[in-house]
C-alpha cells in the first residue's frame, strides 16, 4: 500500500490543483471539527457497507486522525481490489485548508 504525508497530499491540492479522491473515515464528531474540503466522509465502521459506493477505476485517499483507521480502511479497501493510499500523519498533521 502506497502512503503520502499529510504535507505532500496538501501540495498536491493546494498547490499542483489535482483532483484527489479523499475519504476521511473520522467518526461524526471528529469530521464536525473540520475536514479536507472535497473529501468524502465514510465512518470505519460503514466502509464494509459502503463498499458499492466506490469506483474501483479510481485511486482513494484515506484519512483520519492520526493514519491508525486510515490504514485499516486502505487495507480492507486494497484487499477488495482498489487501488489506495494512505495519508500518514492524519489530520493531526494536516496544516491545509479544512471546510
Not at 464536525?32 to 469506483?55: F, K, Q, S, W, Y
Not at 485511486?59 to 487501488?83: I, K, N, P
Amino acid at each position: 500500500m502506497r502512503t503520502l504525508t499529510a504535507e505532500e497530499v496538501r501540495k498536491q491540492l493546494e498547490e499542483e490543483g489535482q483532483q484527489l479522491n479523499i475519504i476521511d473515515v473520522r467518526e461524526d464528531e471528529e469530521v464536525e471539527e473540520g475536514m479536507i474540503p472535497g473529501a468524502t466522509h465514510i465512518a470505519l465502521g460503514t466502509i464494509e457497507d459502503r463498499v458499492n459506493d466506490l469506483d474501483k477505476t479510481k485511486e482513494y485517499v484515506m484519512v483520519c486522525r492520526s493514519g491508525g483507521r486510515s490504514s485499516r480502511a486502505a487495507q480492507f479497501l486494497a484487499s477488495e481490489g482498489f487501488t489506495v493510499i494512505n495519508m500518514e500523519g492524519g489530520m493531526l498533521a494536516w496544516t491545509g485548508k479544512t471546510a
